[in-house]
């Protein structure tokens, strides 16, 4: 039997009710924090990745979904949206017509890495690209944004950390800092962090090997090397998240570095409970050059993108939630007394009428007992049974049961289309726990 490709999953109908209402609360959110969506390819030119997350970085080394796209250039499964986002704003010339653009995105991602709990080689995202500002409050609304998401989905307990990678100025002063702090203990490195040493050295501070972690306790805090104008974006931001509620929800974390090149000031993450190792729901920061590196003007931006399979996952752990079931609602279901042709076009063409008349309806297709066909209307939750015996065939009549009620009434097949939504209706209002399954 041919299986999902090691990494990836289907998303079942009784998985998706919870989809839908984090993917629910990812509009309504935007909808009130003024964002508008934007939809970009699946792929993109490989360069557009490595120009902007960088070539010494483990996505762009080891991660891509690249292949040969035949007469153009090599093509690249998007690894994370925001440079599609941005290359959209300067294809489209969006800055042009108003240079701060307030994006979201909801969709899939793809990385090749080692599968485990909460880590996949397709996911998806949820996020937010503020463009063309380079103010720190900015920063503080992207961070209220992601707050309010996770409360939004019910998710309570998430921790934010928070850290500033300075700039192009102040940047190179601290990454010799750390040189010159690790260098004394480099041959005791991890064999990845070794390499790290050349081609990217702040990710040695975030490496999970216990030596490596060791190691990366005597580097100097980036505070002392930030220049005056990163040191004050940073209070700003600090400020303006205590002021915003969030007092208390956030810290400091100096070996926050994030895994992209095109970070500058900002940097946070998103951490949730019971997720184990891959405990990040989510993570962004500030990228103040990357609009220009990709041939645009020189304007800040500001973004984050959460993953919603660990959003999902920290849900069920919180609610330790058992199985869904995989049933659907339907206003009706339509029951036949006897199993054979007749009663089958009989049940077909009611279940036909109401469907037309609005209703959602099911009905049998395995010629099952009455019994089991009942069972089914109460799994499916159903507000109305029609029963359709030989009786009720020969006098062209509906027998409707309200299954809240308990009611009965015999309404002729020629009216049923008319005068079941209101049945249905007064039935659900009979029962509102019932009508508020979904
Ligand atoms: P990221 O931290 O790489 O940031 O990804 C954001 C979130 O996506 C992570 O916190 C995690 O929840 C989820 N995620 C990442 N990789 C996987 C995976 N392999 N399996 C499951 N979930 C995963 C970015 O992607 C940046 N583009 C965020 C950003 C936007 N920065 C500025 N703007």
């Known amino acids: 039997m041919i299986q999902a490709p090691l990494g990836t999953s289907d998303i079942l109908p009784g998985e998706l009710a919870r989809w839908r209402r984090v993917e629910a609360a990812a509009h309504d959110l935007m909808a009130r924090f003024g964002y508008q969506e934007i939809r970009t390819p699946m792929f993109e030119f490989t360069s557009l990745f490595v120009r902007s997350v960088g070539d010494t970085t483990d996505i762009v080394e080891k991660e891509m979904y690249t292949f040969d796209a035949g007469s153009t250039e090599s093509v ?245 939630a058992g199985e869904t079931p995989n049933d659907p609602t339907v206003d009706v279901y339509v029951v036949t007394v006897e199993p054979g042709p007749v009663s089958r076009a009989a049940a077909f063409s009611l279940a036909t009428d109401l469907r037309r008349a609005g209703l959602s309806v099911d009905l049998d297709f395995e010629d099952r007992s009455m019994k089991s066909q009942m069972r089914t209307a109460n799994r499916f939750n159903a507000a109305i049974v029609c029963i359709l015996g030989p009786d009720e065939l020969a006098r062209g009549v509906v027998n409707c049961k309200s299954m809240s009620e308990g009611t009965s009434e015999s309404i002729p097949r020629g009216e049923a289309a008319a005068r079941l939504p209101d049945r249905v209706a007064a039935a659900r209002r009979a029962t509102p726990a019932v009508a508020s399954k979904e």
């Not at 994006?103 to 937010?128: A, D, M, N, T």
């Not at 900015?138 to 944004?145: A, H, Q, R």
């Not at 050295?201 to 216990?210: M, Q, S």
């Open 76 to 320: 690249t499964f998007r690894p994370e949206f925001t440079a599609s986002v941005v290359r959209a704003y300067l294809e489209h010339n969006l800055h042009k017509q108003r240079p701060f653009q307030k994006l979201y995105y909801l969709g899939p991602s793809f990385r090749r890495e080692r599968p485990q709990k909460g880590r996949s080689r397709q996911f998806h995202q949820f996020g937010v690209e503020a463009l063309g500002s380079g103010d720190p409050w900015v920063d503080v609304e992207t961070i209220l944004v992601a707050d309010a998401f996770f409360a939004g989905c019910g998710l309570s307990g998430t921790s934010i950390r928070l850290n500033s990678l300075g700039c192009p100025e102040c940047r190179p002063r601290y990454r010799d800092a750390v040189r010159a702090a690790l260098e004394p203990d480099r041959g005791r490195l991890c064999e990845n962090c070794r390499r790290r040493f050349d081609r990217n050295v702040f990710r040695i501070l975030d490496c999970k090997a216990p030596a490596c972690h060791a190691i990366a306790e005597k580097v100097p805090a980036i505070g002392d090397s930030l220049c005056d104008r990163c040191r004050s974006h940073d209070r700003t931001v600090r400020d303006g998240l205590d002021a915003s509620g969030l007092k208390g929800r956030w810290s400091p974390d100096t070996r926050l570095v994030r895994g992209f090149d095109y970070y500058t000031k900002t940097v946070y993450e998103f951490t949730a409970p019971n997720l184990g190792s891959q405990n990040a729901v989510g993570g962004g920061g500030r990228y103040d050059n990357l609009i220009a590196e990709l041939g645009g003007p020189a304007l800040g931006a500001v973004g984050f993108a959460i993953g919603l399979e660990r959003t999902l996952i920290a849900l069920a752990a919180q609610e330790k």
